[in-house]
Nanobody, 116 residues
């Protein structure tokens, strides 16, 4: 079974930093696209950052200059360095992978809470 596992979420004060990690669990697979998404209470799940195999990274406007995505798509590992965190960054953060011939895979999410 194809699974993703996130880690690194925590409670942090505004202005602080966190690093989220995502890795494949169970059956090995290769992704063609990976990204981070987040969902705050009562809101829809939104894209935070996406990494493509060509090295092109896409960021939501709200996190540009503060967050940085990195990893190895071929090895299905992904990281999200989050700096200068704000209370509005509070959300459950999900890792996503698009797997060729399989579809979209989501992790269980990791909670990030930023206190003011």
């Amino acid at each position: 079974q194809v699974q993703l596992v996130e880690s690194g979420g925590a409670l942090v004060q505004a202005g602080g930093s966190l690093r989220l990690s995502c890795a494949a669990s169970g059956s090995s697979f290769s992704a063609v696209l990976m990204g981070w998404y987040r969902q705050a209470p009562g809101k829809q799940r939104d894209m935070v950052a996406v990494m493509s195999p060509g090295g092109t990274n896409t960021y939501a406007d709200s996190v540009k200059g503060r967050f940085s995505i990195s990893g190895d798509i071929a090895k299905t590992t992904l990281f999200l360095q989050m700096n200068s965190l704000k209370p509005e960054d509070t959300a459950v953060y999900y890792c996503n992978a698009v797997v060729s011939g399989y579809g979209s895979v989501w992790g269980q999410g990791t909670q990030v809470t930023v206190s003011s």
